[in-house]
């Protein structure tokens, strides 16, 4: 099964339980196909926003890491107090060969995340925010547990953003509310340069200000 079918088959995931299942299948091959057979930006373009903001010892929440491709890159630019959490045991036993986190954990994100408030200073969510993944609601924890002042960074495709206007809705009632500022939403990027993905990304950029 080739990258994009893997996609199709994560994305077309009828619960958390096919999803987990699905991602536990693929964690042996997910570096090869996102790595080697292409070129997989989205580490180095959220990693750009959290170099600008975020110093070097702040401890950073890499939600839905995955097998820790986003907390490698961050690690290898000096920090390490990054903690992961993912739905897949699978991603996170190829994470923990990295040895780049001090603590992994399997959490869901739309569900409460077992971290105390105002915890960390930022959190990265990388191609999480996506069809049959994480849901919008799962921003009401993320900001629960960032401090007054941290930084949520995630990718979106703004195809799903424009078509799921859960997410948009989402988006705009935490900052009318205060809970959150818009900082920034990064260039337009191919999330696979060196195949003919069409898959377009985006980085957004919040700030938390209150709970
Ligand atoms: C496309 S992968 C991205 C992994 C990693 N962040 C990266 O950039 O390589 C999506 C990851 O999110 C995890 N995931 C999906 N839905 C989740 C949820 N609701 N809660 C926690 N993790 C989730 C999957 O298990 C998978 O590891």
């Known amino acids: 099964m080739g990258i994009k079918e ?9 619960n958390h339980q096919e999803l987990t299942k699905n991602y536990d299948i693929w964690s042996d091959k997910y570096e090869q196909d996102l790595i080697r057979d292409s070129d997989y930006l989205s580490p180095d373009k959220v990693a750009y926003f959290v170099l600008k903001y975020v110093p070097k010892n702040g401890k950073i929440l890499d939600a839905g890491a995955g097998t820790g491709l986003a907390g490698k890159q961050l690690y290898d630019y000096g920090y390490t107090n990054l903690v992961g959490i993912d739905i897949s045991e699978g991603m996170l036993n190829k994470a923990r060969q ?18 105390s408030t ?5 959190v990265i969510c990388v191609g999480v925010f996506t069809y049959n993944h994480a849901p919008s609601s799962a921003f009401d924890e993320l900001i629960r547990i960032t401090k007054p002042g941290g930084y949520i ?18 988006m705009t009632a935490l900052e009318s509310s205060g809970k959150w500022q ?30």
């Open 6 to 14: 893997r996609v199709n088959q994560v994305y077309t995931s009828n």
């Open 98 to 115: 990295k040895n780049v986190y001090t603590q992994l954990y399997k959490q869901v994100l739309g569900e409460t995340l077992d971290f």
């Open 118 to 122: 105002n915890f960390f200073d930022a």
């Open 153 to 170: 960074i995630f990718t979106m495709r703004p195809d799903f953003y424009e078509i799921n206007q859960d997410f948009s809705r989402k």
């Open 182 to 211: 818009f900082l920034e939403r990064g260039e337009k990027y191919y999330s696979h340069s060196n195949t003919n993905s069409d898959t377009i990304l985006e980085v957004w950029m919040y700030q938390v200000i209150s709970k």
